[in-house]
Nanobody, 115 residues
Framework: QVQLVESGGGSVQAGGSLRLECAAS????????MGWYRQASDKERELVAS???????NYGMSVKGRFTISRDNAKNTVYLQMNTLKPEDTAVYYC?????????WGKGTLVTVSS
């Protein structure tokens, strides 16, 4: 099993930065393909950034060049550095672990960007 706990959300003005953290724990964390997703009000959950097999990063089109995903394997922690934030980045951000066909999710952390 895998448990995921996000932190680092908050309110920021447009153009600002935030860094999200996701701490993973549990017996299966070493098998996780990790990533970040977000869900804005009245919208579907969408990919923000993830690590694919071999550690290759993958980004949603709307965040490319502004957000960076990274990880510290020794700490079982994944980070999302978000720069040049825009009001449309406002959403609940969820940490995700994929193991084969199974998804594990954190409870999410709210990011609010004001104009």
């Amino acid at each position: 099993q895998v448990q995921l706990v996000e932190s680092g959300g908050g309110s920021v003005q447009a153009g600002g930065s935030l860094r999200l953290e996701c701490a993973a724990s549990g017996s299966a964390t070493s098998a996780c393909g990790m990533g970040w997703y977000r869900q804005a009000s009245d919208k579907e959950r969408e990919l923000v950034a993830s690590f694919n097999g071999g550690g290759v990063t993958n980004y949603g089109m709307s965040v490319k060049g502004r957000f960076t995903i990274s990880r510290d394997n020794a700490k079982n922690t994944v980070y999302l550095q978000m720069n040049t934030l825009k009001p449309e980045d406002t959403a609940v951000y969820y940490c995700n672990c994929k193991i084969l066909w199974k998804n594990y999710w954190g409870k999410g952390t709210l990011v609010t960007v004001s104009s």
